[in-house]
Nanobody, 116 residues
Framework: QVQLVESGGGLVQAGGSLRLSCAASGNIFNIYVMGWYSQAPGKQRELVALISSGGRTNYADSVEGRFTISRDNAKNTVYLQMDSLKPEDTAVYYC??????????WGQGTQVTVSA
């Protein structure tokens, strides 16, 4: 089992920045991809950014150039730096971990609200 705890959400004005953190614990040794997903009210959960154990990253087109995903392996933590935030970025953001073998884990989510 893997436990994921997110933090860092909040309310920010358009154009502002937030940094989300996701701390992983438990059986973390076989995690090879971690990522962030967002879910706005009435919409499906969608990918925001991924980072592999080797540091390769992938972003949704809507956040490319504005968001940066990174990881600190010593702290078992993944970050999402969100800059130039827009009202349409408002959503609950979930941390995700994928293990070799296919097991997938989710955090509890953290709310990000961007006011116009």
């Amino acid at each position: 089992q893997v436990q994921l705890v997110e933090s860092g959400g909040g309310l920010v004005q358009a154009g502002g920045s937030l940094r989300l953190s996701c701390a992983a614990s438990g059986n973390i040794f076989n995690i090879y991809v971690m990522g962030w997903y967002s879910q706005a009210p009435g919409k499906q959960r969608e990918l925001v950014a991924l980072i592999s154990s080797g540091g390769r990253t992938n972003y949704a087109d809507s956040v490319e150039g504005r968001f940066t995903i990174s990881r600190d392996n010593a702290k078992n933590t993944v970050y999402l730096q969100m800059d130039s935030l827009k009202p349409e970025d408002t959503a609950v953001y979930y941390c995700n971990a994928l293990q070799i073998g296919g097991s997938r884990y989710w955090g509890q989510g953290t709310q990000v609200t961007v006011s116009a």
